[in-house]
């Protein structure tokens, strides 16, 4: 079965400065989707950035980057420039691409403070 | 405007009462979902409805009875519950079911008396 792990239940970080969230998850799949999703208090759960597995790329989204690292299932996100705003919960999610499934798999969540 | 909204935004309702969830997606996707959200514990997929037709059901008490009338509107409907089904009830939707990426309503906040 596949999971997802959060290994970091908070982090702190400077405003401006750079912070890493980690991620690994386990999975016999070569084909998948990695998330990773901001909760924010007004508990919106939004799209951060995402990772297809078969790219060996690592996605990034203006302050936002992964390091994926296929091999040894890592997935982690770095937000650079920290701002309040990014203050929230962030959520690693897992889905695979092959099946008939659309079943996102999360982790248990980091929340993050941002300190001004 | 927030593409996928969720009402009412809290509910506190007691164990013998009847009440529904109510999520709209104003995003023309043909897959919506429903998650729980407790407290210290991950997402857990509860229920996936794609073109109005359920296509994933895990093991989900009785007690929550989703309905699909079409691809915009998604209902959770609650009877008999008890205190630990007290969480945050997420909706979300894609585009497609099982290959595109969801998007998430703000969810509503059960408590169970």
């Known amino acids: 079965a596949q999971t997802v792990t959060q290994s970091q239940p908070e982090m702190s970080v400077q405003e401006a400065e750079t912070v890493t969230l980690s991620c690994t998850y386990d999975?016999?799949?070569?084909?998948?989707?990695l998330f990773w999703y901001k909760q924010p208090p007004s508990r919106q759960m939004i799209l951060v950035i995402r990772?297809?597995?078969?790219?060996?790329q690592n996605a990034t989204e203006n302050r936002f980057s992964v390091n994926f690292q296929k091999a040894a299932k890592s997935f982690s996100l770095k937000i650079s420039d920290s701002q309040l705003g990014d203050a929230a919960m962030y959520f690693c999610?897992?889905?695979?691409?092959?099946?008939?499934?659309?079943?996102?798999?999360f982790g248990q969540g980091t929340t993050l403070q941002v300190k001004p | 405007e927030t593409g996928v909204t969720q009402t009412p935004r809290h509910l506190v309702m007691g164990m013998t009462n009847k009440k529904s969830l109510k999520c709209e997606q104003h995003?023309?996707?043909?897959?919506m979902y429903w998650y729980k959200q407790s407290a210290k514990k991950p997402l857990e997929l509860m229920f996936v409805?794609?073109?109005?037709?359920?296509?994933e059901n895990n093991s989900v008490p009785s007690r929550f009875s989703p309905e699909c009338p079409n691809s915009s509107h998604l209902f959770l409907h609650l009877h008999t519950l008890q205190p630990e089904d007290s969480a945050l009830y997420l909706c979300?939707?894609?585009?497609?079911?099982?290959?595109?990426?969801?998007?998430f309503g703000p969810g509503t906040r059960l408590t169970v008396l």
């Open positions: 409805y794609s073109l109005e037709e359920r296509v």
């Open positions: 999610a897992y889905r695979a691409n092959s099946g008939n499934t659309g079943k996102l798999i």
């Open positions: 979300a939707s894609s585009r497609k079911y099982s290959t595109d990426t969801q998007y």
């Open positions: 990772q297809e597995a078969y790219k060996q």
């Open positions: 999975t016999s799949e070569s084909d998948y989707y």
């Open positions: 995003l023309g996707h043909n897959a």
